[in-house]
């Protein structure tokens, strides 16, 4: 790991030095990575697989209809304020301006509503992000597709009523949220509460302070409470600290089950045997047999174009989820180059309405080589989430292991909580939501 950070280091200071020129007749897309820091592993291996994703494209493809992809990074290490620094340093760059933002960071994504709504350019927070701005009727510039943290944490509450016999068997139980204690960490305490509320269950919410490497008195109250399952909404060092410190009081990490960003090998490895047995909920799957992943290796790895130093993670959790940001936006210029002309790059305000508008299916996936590698999805002016399903997954002690089928939310819980707070977020900033019946 020593090793690995040493690179990033060396590979995001050259990043900061070199400016890219960028042709009249290309896509660009800036990407606000962060590649150092405590959760450089989640940000190396995703941006990674994104960058991937568009050299393959580019390499066998010849680009999106002709229109060759590109982008720069700007290190955040998931700063706030340096996230902020990037949006504005990347916003004009290119011949249409910033086609796109993954601020990857919950954080950086509320930061970046209003600017980036101001400046017309969509912010794709894919699995993370402000959760009611799933209504694109207040929020037309965000998209926290392709399943939200609400949706994920209803999907997880029915994950753990299966294996208790049945969602009536929930009352009386017990669950502790061990949580980041950032907005990232935060989001999901409205839906656990309405939840526990619901099914009869009790949940404590036990905040840990970042980055996460002290959790020491968090799990002696877990000891204390006893609680049948413990939820874990960690992020980077966070998480093998959480294993191993539920190792060391005996709770069973059988009954731990961790949000999509506790669920990647660099969270498990790093444990040993404190992480076998453990949880996690995923919107990817591991695994470099897919054909998508083997044309990269085919296109990319083979010319010696790999964005990854360490080619083992190729194929691993966050480098796939990547490549579905990657298979997302690409498919999104794509939408919009249909509406607005091909052969050309789009504007920030046409790829809104390419995004806004995409329907992933099964058709499309397997086109794509991607057929179970990700859930389809489908966008709408009103819908910015898309389909809200979910997979679990378990660490066998050496790889993830897939247990379950795709995961329906509960979406009219959900939804009724995302339109009663982005009606509360429309109001307070003056916002005259859209009528989608307009936008078709």
Not at 154 to 182: C, P, Q, R, W
């Amino acid at each position: 790991m020593k090793r690995i950070q040493r690179s990033l280091l060396a590979a995001a200071v050259m990043a900061a030095v070199s400016a890219p020129a960028f042709a009249a007749g290309e896509q660009y897309v800036g990407l606000p990575s962060y590649r150092v820091g405590p959760y450089a592993a989640g940000g190396s291996g995703i941006f990674g697989g994104m960058i991937d994703y568009f050299k393959l494209v580019n390499e066998r493809d010849g680009g999106v209809n002709g229109v060759k992809l590109t982008w720069d990074e700007c290190e955040t290490e998931y700063n706030n304020a340096r996230g902020v620094e990037c949006y504005e340093r990347q916003k004009k760059n290119g011949p249409t301006g910033n086609t796109v933002v993954h601020p990857l960071s919950t954080g950086i994504t509320y930061s970046l509503i209003d600017k980036a709504t101001a400046d017309k350019i969509p912010i794709i927070s894919l699995g993370y992000g402000r959760t009611d701005a799933s209504d694109g009727r207040v929020f037309p510039y965000v998209f926290p597709l392709i399943t939200n943290y609400w949706s994920q944490n209803t999907a997880k509450i029915k994950f753990i009523g299966s294996k208790e016999g049945g969602m009536d068997k929930l009352a009386g139980k017990k669950i502790v949220n061990i949580y980041h204690d950032s907005a990232y960490g935060k989001e999901t305490i409205p839906v656990l509460d309405a939840q526990a509320k619901m099914y009869g269950f009790s949940v404590t919410h036990i905040a840990v302070a970042h980055p996460g490497n002290e959790q020491q008195s968090q799990w002696l109250q877990v000891r204390q409470a006893k609680p049948d399952w413990v939820i874990l909404r960690g992020w980077g060092v966070m998480n093998p600290t959480a294993l191993k410190a539920a190792a060391k009081i005996g709770y069973p990490r059988d009954k731990i089950v961790g949000v999509w960003w506790s669920g990647a090998e660099e969270d498990t490895i790093p444990a040993g045997d404190a992480a076998k047995g453990y949880i996690a909920a995923g919107f990817n799957v591991a695994g470099a047999n897919y054909p998508v992943v083997r044309d990269i290796q085919k296109y990319v790895y083979a010319k010696d174009k790999g964005n990854m130093e360490d080619k083992s993670r190729v194929g691993s959790i966050y480098y796939n989820r990547g490549v579905v940001h990657g298979i997302v936006t690409v498919e999104a210029i794509r939408k919009a180059q249909e509406k607005f002309g091909k052969g050309k790059p789009i504007t920030g305000e046409q790829m809104r309405w390419g995004i806004e508008n995409l329907n992933i299916d099964n058709a499309v996936l397997k086109k794509l080589g991607a057929e179970g590698f990700m859930p389809p999805t489908k966008l709408s002016c009103a819908n910015h989430e898309g389909s809200g399903l979910v997979k679990f997954q378990q660490w066998d002690g050496k790889q993830w292991k897939v247990i379950t089928d795709w995961i329906e939310s509960d979406q009219k819980l959900v939804r009724g909580m995302i339109e009663e707070s982005s009606a509360k977020y429309a109001k307070e900033k003056g916002i005259t939501p859209r009528d989608c019946s307009k936008e078709m």
